[in-house]
């Protein structure tokens, strides 16, 4: 289901289309506002190709392939010339770090580093991807290592029919660290200008952290484990892994994180660093939690979580209090039984 346009100056959801923008390579919808009366158009600005023929070209680029054939590529594909000048711009414009490392990782490893798979699990088909160059340089947690490769050989279906992580309730509480990446907000922030649908989002954000980011090693990971507390198992796919500053992060993209329920996301990430921990044998300590938008990064430590003890709902407490009720009537059914069987007694 895709999400309404809202107006990009005043945020109403009350706009109209209002034709279309032609530009060098296809065409862009303009819409305008009701409320502010202004004009504008949903895409990437100053820009005349088509934002995924943008972001094809980059993921190719990045993968090894040099300007001539990623330009070559493009012609075939979408029918449009583009310039090996454009190319060059689009990597360094949407860089997060990884053109630092790509030559070396590139001249070790090979060209298409990227190792896919896809799971159908619950109904629902997640495409898991890892990159093994970054993976196995940045390879300091061999246990996450060996558990990622492994992924690649496929997973037992029946692990994913328990729990979801992100059903997960239980009460958690810790200090949450709120800062801003300017570079990779700015970057997932003019891209999501494009998309309208969460499943796009995850798809758009997945491939540039793991195409274009120095950190990210792998995406749409699945991760389970059995959960003794509620004698049941637990199961999720973490949308970005990071190895940085001498940790594992979990990151999980929220369209609108700063509006989240922050104790039920916490709780979400915290069962994907139990599930990774479990399966890995990496320590919590070792690891951070976090989630993001186009504006900001909430993050904690999965070690310092604190449980809180869970408010009674009101169905469970008018269950308790009938119980209760219940109860007493059997204590005064017994205790009038006993008084009638002592006066029969005593005639």
């Given amino acids: 289901m895709e999400d309404k346009i809202t107006c990009k100056y005043c945020g109403s959801m009350n706009v109209a289309k209002k034709g279309a923008r032609k530009i060098r390579h296809g065409s862009r919808h303009i819409y305008s506002c009701k409320e502010c009366f202004k004009r504008f158009s949903i895409g990437l600005n100053k820009k005349q190709f088509d934002a995924w023929l943008i972001v094809n070209a980059v993921c190719l680029y990045n993968k090894g392939y040099s300007y001539e054939e990623v330009c070559a590529f493009i012609a075939r594909k979408h029918k449009i010339r583009v310039g090996k000048s454009s190319v060059e711009r689009w990597a360094k414009e949407y860089c997060l770090g990884f053109l630092d490392i790509r030559d070396r990782i590139i001249s070790k490893y090979g060209r298409d580093c990227i190792i896919e798979r896809a799971f159908n699990h619950s109904g629902l088909v997640y495409n898991f991807m ?84 120095r950190d990210s090693v792998a995406v ?95 169905k469970e407490n008018t269950e308790e209090k009938k119980a209760d009720e219940k109860k007493i009537e059997q204590d005064l059914a017994e205790e009038n039984g006993k008084e009638l069987n002592q006066k029969g007694g005593n005639v």
């Avoid at 570079?183 to 922030?189: A, F, K, M």
């Avoid at 749409?220 to 637990?234: L, T």
């Avoid at 199961?235 to 190895?243: F, K, R, S």
Wanted: proline share 2%; glycine share 6%; aromatic share 12%.
């Fill in 130 to 213: 890892l990159h093994k160059g970054k993976l196995k340089e940045f390879g300091k947690f061999l246990g996450l290592k060996d558990f990622i490769f492994s992924l690649a050989k496929g997973v037992d279906e029946r692990f994913f029919n328990g729990e979801r992580c992100s059903q997960s309730r239980e009460g958690i509480s810790c200090k949450i660290d709120v800062s801003e990446n300017a570079r990779l907000n700015s970057v997932v922030g003019e891209m999501l200008k494009i998309v309208k649908s969460n499943k796009q989002r995850h798809m758009l954000v997945e491939n540039l952290m793991l195409h274009c980011d």
């Fill in 220 to 314: 749409e990971v699945p991760v389970w484990y059995w959960n003794k507390k509620i004698n049941q198992g637990v199961c999720g796919h973490i949308d970005v892994l990071q190895v940085k500053f001498g940790k594992i992060w979990i990151l999980d993209y929220k369209p609108d994180a700063e509006k989240e329920n922050f104790e039920r996301v916490m709780s979400q990430l915290y069962n994907y660093a139990l599930a990774l921990s479990f399966r890995s044998g990496v320590a919590l300590k070792d690891m951070k939690c976090a989630w993001f938008d186009s504006s900001r990064i909430y993050s904690f430590e999965p070690e310092r979580v604190v449980f809180l003890e869970k408010e009674k709902t009101e």
